[in-house]
C-alpha cells in the first residue's frame, strides 16, 4: 500500500499536478494505508498532525507567505545585487521562443508542428534568380581580395540600384520588404560566390542604422533616412567597438555631452558633443551615415535632473566636422570596408539621436534587442552557405581526386572528413532555417539567436578545416582557382564578430537563456527587486512555489524517462523519428533539473563557473539543433534517402548532449550533488554514443555521388556553369568522372586479367587496340581525364610582377 502511495505521488509530480491535488492525493493515500494496516490511532492522529502542520500551511498562501516566502524574500534581498534600470531593460530585450518549451522540461511539439514551412514568394524567388544570380556573376573573389580591395564600382551601383541595400526596409520608403528567409537565401548566395561581397552586403542590412530606424527611429528619422538608405544614397555602419571595449562594450568611453553648439549654420542649438574612437567598423571608410553608440552626461541638466543618462545611439553624417574617417583594416585577406573612426568634439543636435529624445539611455537594450535580430540572420546565412559550398565541391573533388589508383574519398580517413562535412552541413541549414520562422512572425529570440549564430560559425570552422584538409594543395595554393582558401580565412571574422564565440557560449546562451527561458527565474528575481514588498512577495510565493514543484516534476520525469529511455513517452514523428523526438523530451527533462540544481548550487557564482555555463549552452544548443533537424526533415518531405542526414544529426547532438550533462555532473564543486544527478539522469550509464561507422560512410556517400538528397544539401548557392573557374571546373569533371566510371571498371578488370599493363591513362590506347573499350570510349575516358587535370591544377605566379600565369 505504502509502495501504491508512493507510486501515486511519483505520478502526480510526473504529470505536473497543482499542489492541492498533489496534497489530496497523499491525504487519501495516508488515509487507506491506515485503514488496511495494522495502525494504532495515536499513530495515525500523529501522522496526520504532521501531515495538517506542513500541507495546510502550504496550501494556504496568506499563510505560507507570511511564515515562509516572506522571510525567503528578505534574505534573498539582502544576498542579491540590485539590478540598474540598463540591466533591466537589456535582460528585457528580444522575446523568448521554442528554447522556453526546451527549458520547459517537457516540451510542447505542437509548438514545433505549427511553425510553417520557410518558403520565399514568387518576387523574391524572382529575386534571387534575377538581380542576385547576376549580382553573383559580376564578381570576382580574387580580383576584389587581391587586387582592387573593393568590389568593382559596377558591382556597387548594381547592388544599390537593385535594392541590395534595402532588403529589409518597407515598401513604402523604397525598399524591398523581403522576409527574413529571403534575406537569409540572399547572403547564402552571395556568400558561395564571394564572402567580401556578403559582408557588404550583410551591414546595411541586418547591422547598420537601418534596423534601429526601422524598430526605434521618429517618424522624421524614417521618412528622410530610409528612402535614402533604400536607394543605396546613404551607405551605413554601426560603430559599438572601441580600443578598450571589445567584449564588453558596455565599458566604452566613448562620450556625448549635452550642451548648446552651432550646428549647419545655426547657433543654440541644443544638441550633444560626442568624443570618440572606435575601431573594426565595417563600411566606415566608406560610409555617408555613421550610426554610433556613446556614453551621454548631461552636466548642466539641460534635459533632465540626472546627469548620467546611459548608453544612447545616434546617427552622424559623414561630412560633420570633427569626424575622422579614411583609413583602413585589412580583415582576414578579405576586401570588405573595415576601419577605425574617430570624433573630436563633433556636435550633433538632439533630433540625431535614434528615436529621439524618448530614447535617451536605452542605447543598450535597442542594440541587444536589434543585434538578437541580425546575428540570426547574416552569419548563419554566411556559414550555412560555406557548408553547402564545402558538402557539394569537396564531395565532388574528393571523387575526381585519385591516389593510390583510388578516388580519395573512398578512403576511410578521407570519408570520415567527408561525412562530418555533409552532416554539419544539414545541422547548419537547419538551424538557420527554423530562426528565420521566429523573426518573420515578429519574435526576437535573443537567446536562439545567440545559439544559432554559436553553433553555424563553430560548425562552419569544422566544415571548412575538413574541406582544407581534403583538397590538400590544392586549397592552400592561393589565386583565382583557389575556390576555399578566402573561406578558411573567413572564419576568424565569423566567430569574432557579433559576441565572439567563446564569450557567446559562456556568457550569453545560458546567462541570458535562464533567465529569459527558464519559467521562474526571472519572476523571482523580479519579485525580490521590486519596491512594493507585498506584491513582491506575493509574486515571489506564487513563482517558488511553482519552481519548488517544476524541480521535483523534472527530477521524477528525468529518471523515469532515464530508466524506460523514454519509450513510452507520447510525442510526434514517424518511425523514424518517434524515437529522436521521445530523446529530446528525455534530455530537455535533465538539462531544466541540471540547470535549476546548478543555480541552486553556485547561485551568483555560476557567472563566474563559465565552464559550467558553457556546458549549459552546450546541452541547451544541442537540444535546438535537434529540434531544428527533425522540423528541417520534416520540411523537406520526409525523404527516407534524407534519413542518414537526419540519423547522424540527432545522434551527434544526443552525444553532445550527454557530454556536456556529464561534464557538469562531474565537476559541480559538491561532488556528492553531481553522483546523485548522474545516477537520476543516467541511470543506466551512457545511453548514447557517437553516430557509428556504418551511418557515416551512409552520409558520405551522400555527398561522394549526384543525387536528390545533395540537391535538396546545397540549395541555394551560386553554381557556376564556366568549366574553367574555380567550382564549375570541378563539377564539369566530377560529371564526366560519373559518366566514365563504368569504363574504368571495364579498365580495372582488364587489368586485373592481366590484358592491360595498368589502368591509368597511358592504358587507354592499349585498350582500344585490343577492343576493350570502343572508339568513342576511349574518347570519353581522355575528355575525362583532360577535365580532371584542368580540375586539379593550381594557380601559378610570375616572379616579377605577381601575376597570374595559366599553368
Ligand atoms: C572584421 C570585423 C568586423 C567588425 N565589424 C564591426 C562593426 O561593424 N561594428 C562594431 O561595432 N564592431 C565590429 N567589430 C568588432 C567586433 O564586434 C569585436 O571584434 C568583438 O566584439 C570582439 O572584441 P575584440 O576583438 O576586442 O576581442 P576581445 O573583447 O578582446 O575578446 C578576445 C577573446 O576573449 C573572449 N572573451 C572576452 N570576454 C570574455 C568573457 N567574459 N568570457 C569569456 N570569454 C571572453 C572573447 O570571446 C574573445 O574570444 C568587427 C570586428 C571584426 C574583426
Known amino acids: 500500500m505504502m509502495w501504491i502511495a508512493i507510486l501515486i505521488i511519483l505520478i502526480s509530480a510526473y504529470l505536473r499536478l497543482p499542489l492541492l491535488i498533489w496534497s489530496l492525493i497523499l491525504a487519501a493515500s495516508l488515509l487507506a494505508y491506515a485503514s488496511v494496516a495494522d495502525i494504532k490511532t495515536a499513530e495515525l492522529l500523529f501522522v496526520m498532525l504532521v501531515y495538517a502542520a506542513i500541507i495546510i500551511p502550504l496550501n494556504l498562501k496568506p499563510i505560507r507567505r507570511i511564515l515562509l516566502s516572506k522571510a525567503i524574500l528578505s534574505a534573498m534581498k539582502k544576498v542579491m545585487p540590485t539590478i540598474s534600470q540598463t540591466e533591466q531593460e537589456a535582460l528585457e530585450a528580444g522575446d523568448v521562443w521554442w528554447e522556453a518549451e526546451l527549458f520547459s522540461g517537457k516540451p510542447d511539439y505542437t509548438f514545433l508542428q505549427n511553425l510553417p514551412k520557410p518558403s520565399l514568394t514568387e518576387e523574391e524567388q524572382a529575386f534571387l534568380d534575377g538581380p542576385v544570380e547576376e549580382f553573383c556573376e559580376m564578381l570576382d573573389d580574387w580580383q576584389i581580395t587581391h587586387i582592387d580591395y573593393d568590389l568593382t564600382e559596377a558591382s556597387w551601383q548594381f547592388a544599390k540600384d537593385k535594392g541590395l541595400f534595402a532588403l529589409i526596409i518597407p515598401k513604402q520608403y523604397g525598399g524591398l520588404d523581403y522576409s527574413t528567409y529571403c534575406h537569409s537565401q540572399v547572403i547564402l548566395k552571395i556568400g558561395s560566390r564571394s564572402g567580401s561581397a556578403a559582408v557588404t552586403v550583410m551591414v546595411p542590412n541586418s547591422l547598420g542604422p537601418g534596423k534601429l530606424l526601422m524598430t526605434y527611429g521618429t517618424e522624421e528619422q524614417k521618412d528622410y533616412y530610409l528612402p535614402r538608405l533604400a536607394k543605396g544614397i546613404e551607405i551605413p555602419y554601426f560603430a559599438l567597438t572601441g580600443t578598450d571595449a571589445g567584449s564588453d562594450a558596455g565599458a566604452m568611453p566613448d562620450s556625448g555631452i549635452v550642451c548648446y553648439g552651432s550646428y549647419e549654420g545655426k547657433d543654440n542649438v541644443l544638441g550633444v558633443r560626442l568624443n570618440f574612437s572606435k575601431r573594426y567598423i565595417t563600411l566606415a571608410p566608406i560610409a555617408t551615415l555613421l550610426g554610433i553608440a556613446f556614453k551621454l552626461y548631461d552636466p548642466e541638466h539641460l534635459l533632465s535632473d540626472n546627469e548620467d543618462r546611459g548608453i544612447t545611439l545616434a546617427l552622424i553624417k559623414r561630412e560633420t566636422e570633427g569626424v575622422e574617417i579614411g583609413r583602413r583594416h585589412f580583415p582576414a585577406n578579405h576586401a570588405f570596408m573595415n576601419g577605425p573612426i574617430r570624433g573630436t568634439d563633433v556636435f550633433i543636435p538632439l533630433d540625431a539621436i535614434i528615436g529621439g529624445v524618448d530614447y535617451v539611455g536605452k542605447g543598450w537594450a535597442m542594440l541587444m534587442e536589434c543585434l538578437g ?45 567527408l561525412t562530418e562535412i555533409a552532416g554539419q552541413t544539414y545541422i547548419m541549414d537547419a538551424s538557420r532555417s ?52 578566402r573561406a578558411y580565412q573567413l572564419t576568424p571574422v565569423g566567430i569574432t564578430v557579433e559576441g565572439a564565440d567563446i564569450l557567446t557560449r559562456t556568457m550569453i546562451i545560458f546567462g541570458q537563456g535562464a533567465m529569459r527561458s527558464h519559467p521562474y527565474l526571472l519572476k523571482e528575481v523580479k519579485a525580490v527587486h521590486n519596491p512594493d514588498l507585498k506584491q513582491g512577495v506575493n509574486d515571489f510565493d506564487n513563482a517558488l512555489f511553482a519552481h519548488v514543484g517544476f524541480v521535483i516534476s523534472n527530477a521524477v520525469r528525468a529518471f523515469w524517462l532515464g530508466l524506460t529511455f523514454a519509450k513510452f513517452t507520447l510525442t510526434p514523428g514517424d518511425k523514424h523519428t518517434h524515437h529522436y523526438y521521445q530523446q529530446l523530451t528525455r534530455m530537455s527533462a535533465s538539462f531544466s533539473l541540471l540547470a535549476d540544481i546548478c543555480l541552486a548550487v553556485l547561485g551568483g ?45 540527432c545522434e551527434d547532438a544526443l552525444f553532445n548532449i550527454q557530454t556536456a550533462l556529464k561534464g557538469i555532473m562531474k565537476n559541480l564543486p559538491v561532488p556528492f550533488i553531481g553522483a546523485l544527478c548522474n545516477f537520476i539522469i543516467f541511470p543506466l550509464t551512457k545511453p548514447y554514443q557517437k553516430p557509428s561507422d556504418k551511418l557515416g560512410h551512409q552520409v558520405a556517400k551522400l555527398i561522394l555521388s549526384p543525387g536528390e538528397t545533395l540537391n535538396r544539401l546545397t540549395d541555394g548557392v551560386y553554381q557556376s556553369t564556366d568549366k574553367n ?83
Not at 622 to 649: C, F, R, T
Not at 759 to 771: G, L, V
Not at 777 to 795: F, M, P, R, S
Open 725 to 807: 573557374n574555380a567550382t564549375g571546373r570541378i563539377s564539369y569533371a566530377y560529371n564526366l568522372v560519373l559518366e566514365t566510371e563504368s569504363l574504368q571498371h571495364k579498365l580495372r578488370d582488364a587489368y586485373k586479367q592481366g590484358q592491360i599493363k595498368s589502368r591509368d591513362r597511358d592504358t587507354y590506347e592499349m585498350a582500344m587496340e585490343k577492343n576493350i573499350i570502343t572508339e568513342d570510349e576511349y574518347n570519353a575516358l581522355v575528355e575525362a581525364d583532360k577535365a580532371v587535370q584542368n580540375a586539379i591544377k593550381v594557380d601559378e605566379f610570375s616572379f616579377s610582377d605577381w601575376k597570374v600565369e595559366t599553368p
Open 605 to 649: 557564482s555560476l557567472k563566474r563557473r563559465e565552464k559550467i555555463s558553457g556546458r549549459l549552452a552546450d546541452a541547451l544548443s544541442n537540444m535546438y539543433i535537434m529540434s531544428a533537424v527533425l522540423k528541417h526533415y520534416e520540411n523537406q518531405g520526409s525523404h527516407k534517402e534524407d534519413l542518414p542526414l537526419l540519423k547522424w544529426a
Open 373 to 417: 535580430d541580425g546575428r540570426a540572420i547574416s552569419l548563419p546565412a554566411l556559414g550555412t552557405s560555406a557548408g553547402k559550398m564545402a558538402s557539394k565541391y569537396t564531395g565532388a573533388y574528393a571523387r575526381i581526386r585519385r591516389q593510390f589508383h583510388t578516388p580519395i574519398g573512398y578512403f576511410e580517413g578521407v570519408e570520415e572528413a
Open 434 to 485: 527554423m530562426v528565420t520562422l521566429a523573426l518573420d512572425s515578429g519574435t526576437v529570440p535573443s537567446v536562439i539567436s545567440a545559439i544559432v549564430k554559436l553553433q553555424v560559425m563553430e560548425r562552419m570552422r569544422r566544415v571548412i578545416n575538413h574541406a582544407m584538409d581534403i583538397h590538400g594543395g590544392h586549397a592552400i595554393s592561393m589565386g583565382p582557382l583557389n575556390h576555399l582558401g
